[in-house]
Nanobody
Framework: QVQLVESGGGLVQAGGSLRLSCAAS????????MGWVRQVPGKAREFVAA????????YYTDSVKGRFTISRDAAKNTVYLQMNSLKPEDTAVYYC??????????????????WGQGTQVTVSS
């Protein structure tokens, strides 16, 4: 099992920026990818971004391309999500997630089998 601890959420005005961090511990050698998934109350979890741990290859949902950047520090077992040009529709709880399976594609939330506690991101208009 991998333990994930997120930080960096908060309230920001539209057009502003936030940086989320997620530190992994435990069975980190089992991770093949990490990512961010967000959820609005009453809606399903939505894939945001992911990064393959060995290669650093990144993936994004279309709505955040060009605005969000996912990166990793392998030495610290930490993944980051830099969010720029934030919009009110980005408001959600953002969950850090890790994958030790290859059963689904990286843009499918079912791919991730370890989850953080979530951090609220609120973008005001």
């Amino acid at each position: 099992q991998v333990q994930l601890v997120e930080s960096g959420g908060g309230l920001v005005q539209a057009g502003g920026s936030l940086r989320l961090s997620c530190a992994a511990s435990g069975r980190t050698p089992s991770m093949n990818a990490m990512g961010w998934v967000r959820q609005v109350p009453g809606k399903a979890r939505e894939f945001v971004a992911a990064i393959k741990w060995s290669s650093g290859t990144t993936y994004y949902t279309d709505s955040v391309k060009g605005r969000f950047t996912i990166s990793r520090d392998a030495a610290k077992n930490t993944v980051y999500l830099q969010m720029n040009s934030l919009k009110p529709e980005d408001t959600a709880v953002y969950y850090c997630a890790a994958s030790s399976t290859y059963l689904w594609s990286l843009d499918d939330p079912r791919r991730f089998d370890s989850w953080g506690q979530g951090t609220q991101v609120t973008v005001s208009s």
